[in-house]
């Protein structure tokens, strides 16, 4: 008991050190006390892959813990290697350009007023394609049970938050059966093989907990406020103002859509060194072509050029903003 007690107080202080926003993982946290303590111990590697995710906004309040993902070293930046690169449980590939998705939906209205909701987290090709529906096998039917299943409740109130279907379409459980069935299971450091001791959709938690600490990351409806840019229904917008607006608050490029000329979505791309569960998403532009020196010529990248969701529909002048 001694040696929880102490693991208990290290994983207690690391809360208390990373940020204002991991309230939710000292939640977590307390329920290793050694008052709390199960009749069951959790595992050493339990543990230890819980203090990993203390580093980030983790939403993820797991009772049962799973096994863990690959340990990567000397790890690659997606989407930037010249030769193909065999490990894709710390490599993700094809899928190299990881693109976080959003919606500012008003008819229906959806979500906070004040805040965008997530769409997703797609994995496009560093060539300009995109896989979907990799693995018939994982087209799973019950999200909602495979998160209450590892005690993800914290996680699983988020997203019905934030992460919401439209009305007309259907529930948040179908939307978001979708958005992993389609995307998900494209991503390749998600595969089953990439685990540890896995446990049966272990990768669907990291998936949903991923893509909501990437939301919780890209507050577009605060990026937009700064720059005077606010929901109206009779004042409009120029494209380059949006867009310079969520440049500015990144240091690189987004991609913004409209509906009948009223702004619906936001697209955030990234590379990710390592794989999606424990590596480092860097935001990346869309609009940048890389020189490979070792053959002279231009090595066209999706990220890079643009070929991805790298044009808006929206019109240049009178982007409307409507309010929830």
């Given at each position: 008991?001694e040696?929880?007690?102490?693991?208990s107080?290290?994983?207690?202080?690391?809360?208390?050190?990373?940020?204002?926003?991991?309230?939710?993982?000292?939640?977590t946290?307390?329920?290793?006390s050694?008052?709390?303590m199960?009749y069951?111990?959790?595992s050493?590697?339990?543990?230890?892959k819980?203090?990993?995710g203390?580093?980030?906004?983790?939403?993820?309040?797991?009772?049962?813990?799973?096994?863990?993902?690959?340990?990567?070293?000397?790890?690659?930046?997606?989407?930037?290697?010249?030769t193909?690169?065999?490990?894709?449980?710390?490599?993700n590939?094809?899928?190299g350009?990881?693109?976080?998705?959003?919606?500012?939906?008003t008819?229906?209205a959806?979500?906070?007023?004040?805040?965008?909701?997530?769409?997703?987290?797609?994995?496009?090709?560093?060539?300009g394609?995109?896989?979907?529906?990799?693995?018939e096998?994982?087209?799973?039917?019950?999200?909602?049970?495979?998160?209450?299943?590892?005690?993800?409740?914290?996680?699983?109130?988020y997203?019905?938050?934030?992460?919401?279907?439209?009305?007309?379409?259907?529930?948040n459980?179908?939307?978001?059966?979708?958005?992993?069935?389609?995307?998900?299971?494209?991503?390749?450091?998600?595969d089953?093989?990439c685990?540890?001791?896995?446990?049966?959709?272990?990768?669907?938690?990291?998936?949903?907990?991923?893509?909501?600490?990437?939301f919780?990351?890209?507050d577009?409806?605060?990026?937009?406020?700064?720059?005077?840019i606010?929901?109206?229904s009779s004042?409009?917008?120029?494209?380059?103002a949006?867009?310079?607006?969520l440049?500015?608050?990144r240091g690189v490029?987004a991609?913004?859509?409209?509906?009948?000329g009223?702004?619906?979505?936001?697209?955030?791309?990234?590379?990710?060194?390592?794989?999606?569960?424990?590596?480092?998403?860097?935001?990346?532009?869309?609009?940048?072509?890389?020189l490979?020196?070792?053959?002279?010529?231009?090595?066209?990248?999706?990220?890079?050029?643009?070929?991805v969701?790298?044009?808006s529909?929206?019109?240049?002048?009178?982007?409307?903003?409507?309010?929830k």
């Amino acid at each position: 008991m001694e040696i929880y007690q102490q693991l208990s107080d290290v994983l207690q202080d690391r809360a208390l050190k990373a940020s204002s926003g991991l309230s939710s993982f000292a939640a977590t946290v307390q329920n290793y006390s050694v008052e709390n303590m199960p009749y069951t111990l959790p595992s050493i590697r339990s543990i230890a892959k819980l203090a990993f995710g203390s580093a980030q906004l983790a939403l993820y309040n797991n009772g049962v813990l799973g096994g863990a993902p690959e340990v990567c070293t000397n790890t690659q930046l997606s989407c930037h290697n010249t030769t193909a690169v065999a490990n894709t449980c710390c490599f993700n590939a094809p899928g190299g350009l990881l693109q976080q998705t959003q919606f500012w939906d008003t008819d229906p209205a959806t979500g906070p007023t004040n805040s965008w909701t997530i769409h997703g987290l797609w994995p496009n090709n560093c060539d300009g394609t995109y896989g979907q529906y990799c693995d018939e096998s994982r087209q799973y039917t019950n999200i909602t049970a495979i998160l209450k299943s590892y005690g993800a409740t914290t996680l699983l109130n988020y997203m019905n938050k934030y992460w919401l279907n439209d009305p007309d379409d259907g529930t948040n459980e179908s939307f978001w059966e979708h958005e992993w069935g389609k995307h998900g299971t494209c991503i390749s450091t998600l595969d089953t093989k990439c685990y540890t001791n896995y446990t049966p959709q272990e990768e669907v938690v990291d998936f949903f907990n991923k893509t909501t600490q990437l939301f919780q990351t890209l507050d577009t409806y605060t990026y937009l406020s700064a720059a005077g840019i606010v929901p109206s229904s009779s004042k409009t917008y120029t494209l380059s103002a949006i867009n310079a607006a969520l440049e500015k608050a990144r240091g690189v490029s987004a991609v913004v859509q409209c509906s009948d000329g009223a702004l619906d979505e936001a697209w955030y791309y990234f590379d990710v060194k390592g794989s999606v569960q424990t590596g480092t998403f860097v935001p990346t532009n869309q609009g940048m072509c890389k020189l490979l020196p070792s053959a002279g010529i231009v090595l066209v990248y999706a990220d890079a050029c643009g070929i991805v969701g790298g044009s808006s529909s929206c019109p240049s002048t009178g982007v409307k903003y409507l309010p929830k």
